[in-house]
Nanobody, 119 residues
Framework: QVQLVESGGGLVQPGGSLRLSCAAS????????MGWFRHAPDKQRELVAH???????NYSDSVKGRFTISRDNAKNTVYLQMNSLNPEDTAVYYC?????????????WGQGTQVTVSS
């Protein structure tokens, strides 16, 4: 089993910052990609950002220049620094991992952490 434990969500005012963390544990042998998706009410789930094991990154256009994804391979942990938050960033943020575990190469998901941007 592979577990993804997220932390760092919460309530923040517009213009504020939050930092999300996601630590992977369990029977994971190779982690190829880690990242974050989000799901807002009445919207489809969307990719926010992801980072490969080699450090290549990809961002949604809506967060470029405001969010930064990073990764600590030794700790199997991915971080999402979110700056200049606005109400449109309100969503449940899900950690995502694509890697090889006992059952093969597949996608793994965290439970989600709520981010609310409101005054």
């Amino acid at each position: 089993q592979v577990q993804l434990v997220e932390s760092g969500g919460g309530l923040v005012q517009p213009g504020g910052s939050l930092r999300l963390s996601c630590a992977a544990s369990g029977s994971i042998f190779n982690i190829y990609v880690m990242g974050w998706f989000r799901h807002a009410p009445d919207k489809q789930r969307e990719l926010v950002a992801h980072i490969t094991s080699g450090g290549d990154t990809n961002y949604s256009d809506s967060v470029k220049g405001r969010f930064t994804i990073s990764r600590d391979n030794a700790k199997n942990t991915v971080y999402l620094q979110m700056n200049s938050l606005n109400p449109e960033d309100t969503a449940v943020y899900y950690c995502h991992l694509y890697g090889r575990g006992i059952t093969g190469t597949t996608n793994y998901w965290g439970q989600g952490t709520q981010v609310t941007v409101s005054s």
